[in-house]
Structure formats: C-alpha cells, structure tokens
C-alpha cells in the first residue's frame, strides 16, 4: 500500500493541470486578501483601550473574536476551489486513458482507491496548511503592532486546525463525486452546484435543517461563530456532515470503480 500510495502521490504532482491551476489559486487568493489588507490594519490601528474593534462601519466587535474569525474566514473562501482541483485530479484519469493502465498494475480496485485517496489527503493537507500560513501573513502585517502573539495562541491554531478538517473532506467529496462521475465536467459540476445552494443562502432561509445537512454549510457552521454569523447548526454537527459526505461518496466510488471496465 504504501509503494502505491507513493506511486499516486507521484502521479499527483507531475500533473501540470495541478500545478496550473495551484498557482492561479494562490494568486488569486493573494490579490482577494491584498486589497482590503490597509483598511483591516486601519481597524486595528483603532482598538478602543477596552478592545473593541470596528471592521465593518456600524459594527463594533471584540477585537479577539473578530480577528480570529476573519483568519479563519479569509481561508475558507479561497478553499472554496480546493474540490475543484481535486476533482480535477481524478478526472485526468479517465481523460487520458490512464485508469486502464494503472488497474492493470494494481488490479485491487478497493486498495487502488484506498491509495488515491490517501496520496490526494497528502496532498491536500500541505495545500491546505499553504492556505492558512497565506491568511496568518496577511493578518500578521496587520495585527503585529498590536498582538502578534494571537496569531500563536492556541485558539488561533484551533481555528487552522477546523479550517485544515473541512479543506481535506470537502475536497475529499470532489474526488469522490468525479469518480463516481467519470469526468472532470461532471463533477466540478455538481461540487459548483453544492457550494452555490449555501451561497445562494436559499435553503438556510427557508429550510435551516435541509441547509445544515449541505457540505460548505456544514463547514460554515464547523468554523464561524455563531454569535456573528447565521449558521444552521453547530460545530459538531458540521463536523459530522462533512466526515458523512467524504464517507458515503468514497464508498459509492469504491463500489463505482469496481463495477465498471477500466477505460
């Protein structure tokens, strides 16, 4: 297992898609926290003596609470386009024919899988943890002349630590989906589809219970504090959409994958 851990894992990085598409997320990700970084470090240049601050005009917060939410918060909207890159993973397969080849070398298609998903999980933390050290140094020029040390404490490394949970399963859904899809279009279709209905905001103003049961709501309510935002249910509860949604899409595409030809 471990030999065709490797393999995928080696398989991943010399994907130039991958590498592609990696860099425009991360530039873009640069620019999108890049342009409100001035009016942030303004805010904080502004913490009242008693540690109010006031990001949004006519909103004041507790300066903790708010700067730690908004760390985590800035990484959650760029991992937005983490399931596309993975599902991007798993449709070069089927798109260049390779599947066929490399069940003719590992003719286990449940370990196969085991092995894809473990490689991608891999590679989907170090993106991950990227994402999060990119946020910590934009909120570092911000906050380091006034407490720098935050960004160290243990609530901050809670926060990258939810963050990194919901990146990896959500992510780990896209693939899984793809598979069971056979396409890259396909499923970058249906990830695009389950990220729109929350931020369409749709289903948690009529259907709160239906909203919670949604993947990128369930990492919604995993990661922000519901005394700011409008969540849907609480951190445990998104805790357990999230491991559902990669469980039961990876054994569909377990069972997908070995009832089908290798083509």
Known sequence: MLHATRAELTKILTLPGVWIFLGVMLALDVLVLAQPARLFAEAVAAITPDGVIEIF????EPATEAILGLLVSSSL??????????????????????????VLAMPRRGGLLVAKILALTAFLLCVAILIAGVSTAFMYAAVKDWNPGLLLSGDAFLGHGKFVVFAVLFSLTGFAITVIARGTLAGVTVVVALIALTMTQVPSGTAPALDSLLPVSAGRNLLLDAGVNRLSAGPGHGLLMLVGWALVTTVVAGITLGGRDAR
């Open 57 to 60: 005009t006519g909103q004041p």
């Open 77 to 102: 909207q760029i991992s937005m386009l983490l399931p596309i890159l993975a599902a991007v993973i798993a449709g070069q397969e089927f798109r260049s024919g390779q599947l066929g080849l490399t």
